[in-house]
T-cell receptor, first 115, second 115 residues
Framework: EPEVTQTPSHQVTQMGQEVILRCVPISNHLYFYWYRQILGQKVEFLVS????????KSEIFDDQFSVERPDGSNFTLKIRSTKLEDSAMYFC?????????????FGPGTRLTVT | AQTVTQSQPEMSVQEAETVTLSCTYDTSESDYYLFWYKQPPSRQMILVIRQEAYKQQNATENRFSVNFQKAAKSFSLKISDSQLGDAAMYFC????????????FGTGTRLTIIP
């Protein structure tokens, strides 16, 4: 069964450093998402991406965040200058179509720890 | 903006018994979907069950069923014959069927199964 994969599973970085979280969505999917979950809290939407551009972003997704689909298979989330409060689990998700009943398939997540 | 509320931070149930997790939501839309996701300690997000708002019939998936009350904006999850493997965080989520297709999550209910 096709699945969304994410690397690394755990990333530790120092405050102020740049990190890139990588995702490989399901191959025929067209819509891509990043969500964040701070430990013990709910899952929050960060950004959605379609046709090589951002379709929606939340207020969390400020100028320090960016997304890219560099090669048609990977989907990356970059945090330019990490802060302590960026420590969270980051989930990538993908969908085949925009509307209708098909679900978003989630990857296993990347745990980001900022020290 | 849509909101999802889960008023039970924690629930527990005896193995083999039935438990119901509550969820309410707020939206002005008529065409939307509702989901229950399970998050075990691995933190992977696993889709448990989904409901289309235009369908009056409640969704069922084996031991999992929902009670969807559209007028009351209520969407509860019933787990029958609870098993030890059901122990997890359960998140209720909402999604429009047009425009912004992001998922909006509730704060979650931690379910403990008592052997």
């Amino acid at each position: 069964e096709p699945e969304v994969t994410q690397t690394p599973s755990h990333q530790v970085t120092q405050m102020g450093q740049e990190v890139i979280l990588r995702c490989v969505p399901i191959s025929n999917h067209l819509y891509f998402y990043w969500y964040r979950q701070i430990l013990g809290q709910k899952v929050e939407f960060l950004v959605s991406f379609y046709n090589n551009e951002i379709s929606e972003k939340s207020e969390i997704f400020d100028d320090q965040f960016s997304v890219e689909r560099p090669d048609g298979s990977n989907f990356t989330l970059k945090i330019r200058s990490t802060k302590l409060e960026d420590s969270a689990m980051y989930f990538c998700a993908s969908r085949g179509s925009r509307t209708g009943f098909d679900e978003q398939y989630f990857g296993p997540g990347t745990r980001l720890t900022v020290t | 903006a849509q909101t999802v509320t889960q008023s039970q931070p924690e629930m527990s149930v005896q193995e083999a018994e039935t438990v119901t997790l509550s969820c309410t939501y707020d939206t002005s839309e008529s065409d939307y979907y509702l989901f229950w996701y399970k998050q075990p300690p691995s933190r992977q997000m696993i889709l448990v069950i989904r409901q289309e708002a235009y369908k009056q019939q409640n969704a069922t998936e084996n031991r999992f069923s929902v009670n969807f009350q559209k007028a009351a904006k209520s969407f509860s999850l019933k787990i029958s014959d609870s098993q030890l493997g059901d122990a997890a965080m359960y998140f209720c989520a909402y999604r429009n069927n047009f425009g912004n297709e992001k998922l909006t999550f509730g704060t979650g209910t931690r379910l403990t199964i008592i052997p």
